[in-house]
C-alpha cells in the first residue's frame, strides 16, 4: 500500500509540474512585463559633445553614449548634499545644462528649508571627472573673472578664474 501511494505521488507530482511548464511556454509576447523606459529617452538631450548626449537629471548629470545599438547611460555628477536643503534644476530662467566649448555647466538652485528662495549654484568640468563650484566674482586689472574651487574644498580662495566676457 505504502509502495502505490508513493508511485501516485510521484505520478501527481510530475504531472502538475508538466503542467506548469506547458502553462509557461504559452504565454504571449504580449502578456510578458515590458522594460521601463529611461527617464532620458524620449528627451531631447540639453547638450551633445562629440556625440555623447547629456540631460540634466534632477540636481545631477547623465551621460549617455553609444556602444553599437546600444546606449549606455551613468550619472557622471550629483550635486553634492547639504543639510537642510532641498536642491532643484535651475529656475532662474537658465537652462539648467550648458556647454560654453570648454565647460560643461549644471546650474541648480538650492531651497534653505524653512527660508525660502533659491540660492543659485553652478557646477562645471572640462573632463566630467574634475568638478568646480561657482563661488563668486573676482576683479583682476579691472576685469571681472567668475572664481571657482574644487568641489569639495574648504578653502575661500578661487582654484581658477574664468574672464566675464559681456555681449
Known amino acids: 500500500m505504502t509502495l502505490s501511494r508513493t508511485l501516485i505521488t510521484a505520478m501527481a507530482a510530475t504531472i502538475l509540474l508538466t503542467g506548469c511548464d506547458l502553462f509557461?511556454?504559452?504565454?504571449?509576447?504580449?502578456?510578458?512585463e515590458a522594460e521601463p523606459i529611461p527617464w532620458w529617452e524620449p528627451l531631447e538631450p540639453d547638450v551633445i559633445i562629440d556625440g555623447d548626449e547629456f540631460y540634466a537629471g534632477t540636481c545631477s548629470i547623465t551621460q549617455v553614449t553609444r556602444s553599437g545599438n546600444e546606449k549606455i547611460a551613468k550619472v557622471i555628477f550629483k550635486v553634492p548634499s547639504r543639510l537642510f536643503t532641498r536642491c532643484t534644476n535651475s529656475g532662474r530662467g537658465e537652462k539648467p545644462l550648458d556647454y560654453d566649448g570648454e565647460y560643461i555647466i549644471l546650474r541648480v538652485c538650492e531651497f534653505a528649508i524653512g527660508a525660502g528662495g533659491c540660492g543659485g549654484e553652478s557646477y562645471r568640468s572640462a573632463d566630467f571627472e574634475n568638478w568646480e563650484e561657482h563661488i563668486g566674482v573676482t576683479w583682476i586689472n579691472s576685469e571681472e573673472y567668475e572664481a571657482w574651487r574644487k568641489v569639495g574644498s574648504k578653502s575661500s580662495k578661487a582654484d581658477s578664474v574664468k574672464k566675464v566676457i559681456r555681449d
Open 24 to 32: 509557461k511556454s504559452r504565454t504571449t509576447e504580449s502578456e510578458k
